[in-house]
């Protein structure tokens, strides 16, 4: 297999590399596709949507009372999939070969039959599913909500390819984790230059991050800060930037995070895409938890590996953000193919990542206007639960650590 090394941006990741180079306003989404209507098996029962990192479930029913059949044959040991040694299939190269797939089995109707006539079969594959589906999120919400510290705890949205998703995952994953525990959680811009959260986030404040920063040391109560911000439906604080903003520096993103975290239990930062800037560094200093959001796209990816290695090779504390990072794949919108979403998943696997989480398209996200959690569709609410469980699970083993 070719080496993936970001070091080396040449040849096969030469042109992802070149890509990376360009900065993308940081909204997510392309003009929302027509909505497919959902495949259905041969009964006419719908394929259940897929959990975050989880394989599509089908709803069939269980087969019909019939004579014994002979036992198949049992079948060869399948070879491992054969991959491609010239290039990845992101960068243009020829995709796996997958092993052949075991053949479909046979299902009939019968529950939906005995259903009509009024009688009682069992709960069906499908009610199955539903329920085992609601005790999983009653689980994920569960997690949140007893999560507990003894000092303030912080997550860095970080990648520094542009269009990925930073904004919004930084105020969905806030705003999921405020709606489940009441608040206490507070979203600042941690960008050099102004980023887009305070055009993403609900309400229009007067002040910001720029007015804090020269203000810091007025601020002795959680009603001065409170000034700074703007509330969210999901209960939520964020703390967005004017345009005209200074740049900040590392030691403005160090100072503002002490003030935030004697009030909140819980800080996320909204980073930009300098991974060398003194704000970036200072916001890396001050971090629990990485959280990074990809697409299924090359340059997404690559930017994503070359984070995760500069944060290793800085040893220390950085390094152990980097071993412990939740990614966060974002579907967009845009053409995407089984595929390209394997390698991306293969490439991320391979630099270390243990957690890898997939947040369903959605067209409230794509607007590219104000972000509210509750406007958006049930299986994304859903997906950014199961994402803050994962990061309030690493949260507690990290910080667990100190």
């Known amino acids: 297999m070719t080496d993936t090394n970001p070091r080396e941006p040449a040849g096969v990741f030469g042109g992802a590399a070149r890509a990376s180079q360009y900065v993308e306003e940081d909204t997510i989404g392309a003009p929302p596709r027509r909505r497919e209507e959902p495949p259905a098996t041969e009964d006419g029962l719908p394929v259940l ?34 991959r491609s040694d010239s290039t ?29 006539l009024g009688l009682s079969s069992g709960p069906n594959p499908e009610e199955i599913a539903r329920l085992e589906h609601a005790q999983r999120q009653a689980r994920f ?15 860095l949205v970080a990648n520094r390819k542009g269009g990925v998703g930073k904004t919004p995952v930084s105020l969905l994953l806030s705003g999921a984790m405020a709606s489940i525990k009441g608040g206490s959680v507070a979203v600042l811009d941690a960008a050099d230059d102004s980023g887009a959260l305070r055009l993403r986030a609900e309400g229009t404040p007067r002040l910001g991050m720029g007015e ?5 040391d007025q601020v002795k109560t959680a009603g001065q800060l409170k000034g700074y911000t703007a509330p969210q439906t999901s209960f939520a604080d ?16 160090v100072n503002v995070s002490r003030v935030v975290d004697e009030f909140y239990s819980i800080r996320v930062m909204d980073s930009g895409n300098v991974y060398r800037a003194e704000a970036f560094q200072g916001a890396v200093s001050v971090t629990d938890v990485l959280v990074i959001p990809v697409t299924n796209a090359g340059d ?70 104000e972000i509210s959690l509750g406007k958006l569709q049930a299986p994304t609410r859903e997906a950014f639960v199961a994402a803050a469980a994962a990061v309030v699970r690493t949260l507690q083993d990290n910080v667990s650590n100190d």
């Not at 990192?53 to 054969?82: C, D, F, L, S, Y």
């Not at 804090?212 to 810091?216: D, E, F, H, N, P």
């Not at 966060?328 to 243990?354: C, K, M, Q, S, W």
């Open 49 to 82: 949507p897929p959990m975050p990192g989880k394989v599509a479930v089908t709803a069939a029913p269980a087969p019909a009372a019939k004579a014994p059949e002979t036992p198949p044959m049992p079948r060869a040991a399948e070879q491992p999939p054969i």
């Open 88 to 116: 990845s299939i992101l960068f243009g190269g020829a995709p796996t070969i997958p092993a052949e797939a075991p053949a479909a089995k046979p299902a009939s109707g019968w529950q939906g039959f005995l259903a009509k």
């Open 141 to 155: 919400e569960e997690e949140v909500r007893r999560a507990v510290w003894t000092r303030a705890v912080s997550v």
């Open 212 to 216: 804090l920063v020269r203000g810091i």
């Open 238 to 253: 964020v703390i967005g930037s004017a345009p005209e903003r200074p740049r900040l520096t590392g030691e403005d993103v």
């Open 300 to 369: 997404a990816v690559i930017d994503a590996l070359e984070l995760l290695r500069q944060l290793r090779d800085s040893g220390g504390a950085p390094r152990r953000l980097a071993e412990s990072a939740v990614v966060l794949r974002l579907h967009d919108g845009r053409p995407e193919t089984p595929a390209v979403a394997d390698e991306v998943e293969r490439l991320l696997r391979d630099a270390g990542v243990t957690t890898l989480l997939d947040i369903p398209y959605d067209a409230h996200i794509a607007e590219r206007g």
